[in-house]
């Protein structure tokens, strides 16, 4: 995998002023840039009765008769709760985007990598408009964004898995991680901190290969992480980037078709979950690239919970990182500063990695998904939002 074109052509730029670049108002709520990162916590969705509650069935009746029936045949609870949500958030997503009051008409095709898209109807004015969706654990967590691919994935801690909280797990994984990525998470003051190191080097490069289209099949060991920032306190919440937006499905599928001027509530639903009026918008973080940093390399960072320093390698000795959470990295021993990735700690000790990079890395066996990316040429997600500062 080459390294792709870093800024924008001319005429892509030209062809992006013509664009509206906003989701139209709508039931879900008011026009957007549609950059959306929600999250729901599903252990705070536990209606009475499970599977089989009046309010399940609802829900799971908004979705394709295809997707009903991959959903009910998923014996645990728990996956199918996440298998549900899933769906759901990516089908508000895409009604969001395309400013309709609900599903219908909404189709949701998979590349052969199995990366989710909106296949029909296209949004007017979000030319490359895509999303990811992952689940671990408790969390369930999706990303959009109407310009570059974007690929996302949430990592759960060992607790949450039912393992043994040990380092055994890095035997079995020793042969896709680094001798840098070994030495960084061997810095960890315990099993936790070390694990938590773990994920997020997992879960950026999980997300890279999401973005991609190809997921484990693309190959975790070809990419090396470095981390970027320091490790926030545990239990760090995200806060008002966390959206419990089950409430307003649940409300939503009630309500009738002309009620579509009226968007999300903060109001208890049904679910007895509390609504949010409007899923916050993702805050990009710029992560400046240090000239040390086009070289192959990793840097280690400081840990707040344990107040060690971790040390950095003579590859990367910048110490104006910046100290926004995420990761460089690099592909096939090449470093790519195409590639944007942010990272957030969730409750519970679960770790997000969000990926942005440029369309033309799609892996798109079949070339639909590719044929809803209308707006190439637009460069790497840093060196795209440095050249529109410049004009």
């Known amino acids: 995998m080459g390294q792709t074109q870093q800024g924008p052509s001319p005429s892509a730029l030209v062809a992006l002023d013509e664009q509206a670049l906003q989701s139209p108002q709508s039931y879900w ?9 929600w999250a729901i916590n599903s252990d705070t969705w536990n209606p009475i009765g499970g599977s089989t509650s009046e309010e399940f069935k609802l829900l799971l ?47 949701i095709g998979r590349t052969k990598g199995q990366k989710p898209f909106l296949r029909h109807p296209l949004p007017d004015g979000l030319p490359n408009f895509n999303f990811n969706v992952s689940h671990d654990g408790s969390w369930v967590v999706i990303a ?7 690929g996302l994935d949430v990592s759960a801690p060992q607790y949450a898995r039912g393992d043994a909280q040990t380092d055994a797990y890095l035997e079995d994984l020793r042969m896709v991680l680094s001798e840098s990525e070994l030495s960084l998470i061997s810095r960890g003051k315990s099993v936790v901190d070390r ?29 090396e992480v470095t981390l970027i ?65 086009n070289q192959r390399g990793t840097c280690s960072l400081s840990d707040n919970r344990s107040t060690e320093e971790l040390t950095r390698s003579s590859a990367c000795t910048d110490d104006s990182l910046p100290q926004a959470l995420g990761a460089s990295i690099c592909i096939d021993m090449w470093h790519r500063p195409d590639w944007t990735v942010m990272q957030e700690e969730l409750t519970g000790g679960y770790w997000m990695s969000l990926a942005l990079g440029c369309v033309e890395s799609a892996v798109d066996a079949d070339g639909v998904f590719s044929s809803t990316l209308r707006l190439p040429r637009l460069g790497a997600p840093m060196a795209l939002a440095e050249a529109r500062s410049e004009k």
Request: charged content about 25%; some cysteine.
């Open 61 to 107: 009746s908004q979705l394709s008769l295809d997707d009903q029936a991959k959903v009910s045949k998923i014996p645990a609870w728990r996956d199918k709760k996440l298998s549900l949500l899933g769906r759901l958030l990516s089908l508000r997503a895409c009604a969001q985007a395309l400013g309709q009051p609900d599903f219908s008409g909404i189709e």
């Open 195 to 223: 694990y938590a190191i773990f994920q997020r080097i997992w879960s950026a490069k999980e997300a890279v290969t999401k973005a991609i289209g190809q997921g484990l099949d693309f190959g975790l060991q070809r990419i």
């Open 29 to 37: 709520g008011p026009a957007s840039d549609a950059r959306w990162l």
């Open 229 to 293: 920032g320091k490790l926030p306190e545990p239990g760090f919440d995200m806060g008002t980037a966390i959206a419990s937006v089950v409430g307003s499905l649940w409300r939503w599928a009630w309500a009738s078709p002309s009620d579509s001027s009226t968007g999300p509530s903060s109001k208890k639903s049904k679910t007895g979950l509390q609504e949010s009026a409007q899923p916050t918008q993702r805050k990009r973080e710029q992560h400046p690239e240090s000239e040390a940093q």
């Open 144 to 150: 959009s964004d109407p310009l570059h691919l974007v």
